[in-house]
Each structure stands twice: as structure tokens, then as C-alpha cells.
């Protein structure tokens, strides 16, 4: 019985300096852990919207801003393209994490039903806030037609407008907007477009073509995220 009682104090003493030395090192991994989230921007891409202009209208204001731009045909479903695209150029940026988007739009979907009369901002807001943002992206599809023809030879040329928000969940407060209004014309129609002509591979390019190209362009004025 003697014999054991020095050995419990011998183990009670190893497992408190084990403690000791290993807590230390257990909070200062937490604390990394804080720093790297912190360093991370969580975004959530709000479904895109489609917006149509009203009867014997040609323009249409955005949802948001409320500023004007020329509308036209919409192909069913194109707004999921642009979000799509838009989506995967901000993976570009460094210190992102893009919130999965079947989880946005549930959460959406949910807020959208509960607050039907709140404009579109606080709704994406409130989203938004669910789900731990700290930036949300608000996007509005004005125009997507379709080429008609092939790619050297087109009837009608692709024709798309778009505008894009990124939003601080926070306060509201718009942190960039992007707008991109473009119909494809050859260089005989104008020869300004040569550059843009070029970009599209000397071709008459399809709307997904020329969407990817618009967000591409735009985002050339954003510089990206700091925390």
C-alpha cells in the first residue's frame, strides 16, 4: 500500500505538468485558428434576378440602386449562367470563401417568403446575415439574346446586359458595382469594337461567350478583397 501512493503522486504530477505544457500549445493553436478566419471574407452569391421592363418600356432600374438601363429579350434560365460565371471569377481572389449556393438560396428562398414586402436589399440582408457573410453579391440580368448564325457567318449577334453589386452584409453599403451592356458587332459596324472583336477570337461569339467576356471586363475595375 506504501509503494503505491508515491506512484499515484508520480502520475498525478506527470499529467499536470503534460497540462500545463500542452494547454499553451492547444490555445495558441485556437488563437491561429481566429487569425486565419479573420483573413478569410465569407461571401454569399445571392440567386441572380432577371428584371423585365414594363409594358411599352425599354428600360428597366435596378433592384437595388435603382439605376436605368436599356432591357431586351431574356433567354429562360441565362440568369443562372451569369451567376455561375460570376461565381467562379471571384474564386480568383485570394482569401475568399464563396458559401455553398445550394445553402444561399434555401436560405433565401425562406427569408423572400417571410418578409415579402421588404425591398430586395433587406431581404438579401437578412440572408445574408444567416448565414454568416460578410459580403454579399447581388446580380440582375437586363438583356440575353442569343446569336443566330455560326461563328463566322452570324444573322443576329449575341446581345447581353448585366449589372453586379457587391455588397457589405453589415451596413448595406455597396463596396463595387459592375455594368455591362454589349451587342456584338463585326468591325465594318464599328471599328472601335476591335478590341473586344478580337478578344472573342475574330468570331462571332455565342451570349455565354460574350457574358464571360462582359465579366471579365468589368471586374478589371475591382481590386479586390481587404479585411
Not at 19 to 42: C, G, H, S, W
Not at 149 to 175: C, M, N, Q, W
Amino acid at each position: 500500500m506504501q509503494n503505491i501512493l508515491p506512484i499515484k503522486k508520480i502520475v498525478c504530477a506527470v499529467l499536470l505538468l503534460g497540462f500545463f505544457i500542452l494547454a499553451p500549445l492547444t490555445l495558441q493553436a485556437q488563437d491561429e485558428a481566429k487569425i486565419v478566419d479573420k483573413n478569410v471574407t465569407r461571401i454569399a452569391v445571392m440567386p441572380f434576378q432577371t428584371v423585365v421592363p414594363e409594358e411599352d418600356s425599354s428600360t428597366v432600374q435596378c433592384p437595388i440602386c435603382g439605376s436605368v438601363n436599356s432591357s431586351g429579350a431574356i433567354v429562360k434560365g441565362s440568369e443562372k449562367i451569369l451567376e455561375g460565371i460570376v461565381t467562379d471569377k471571384l474564386r480568383d481572389f485570394k482569401g475568399v470563401e464563396i458559401i455553398p449556393q445550394e445553402r444561399v438560396a434555401g436560405v433565401y428562398r425562406r427569408v423572400s417568403a417571410d418578409f415579402l414586402k421588404q425591398p430586395l436589399l433587406q431581404v438579401f440582408q437578412k440572408a445574408a446575415s444567416e448565414l454568416h457573410a460578410d459580403v454579399m453579391v447581388a446580380g440582375f440580368l437586363y438583356r440575353y439574346r442569343e446569336r443566330v448564325g455560326y461563328d463566322y457567318s452570324a444573322e443576329r449577334p449575341a446581345a447581353v446586359a448585366f449589372e453586379i453589386h457587391l455588397i457589405a452584409v453589415k451596413d448595406g453599403s455597396t463596396i463595387w458595382r459592375g455594368i455591362f451592356d454589349k451587342t456584338q458587332k463585326s468591325l465594318m459596324e464599328d471599328v472601335f469594337q476591335v478590341s473586344s472583336f478580337f478578344k472573342g477570337g475574330a468570331k462571332w461569339v455565342t451570349a455565354r461567350q460574350l457574358t464571360k467576356l462582359g465579366v471579365d471586363d468589368v471586374f478589371k475595375t475591382f481590386s479586390g478583397f481587404e479585411r
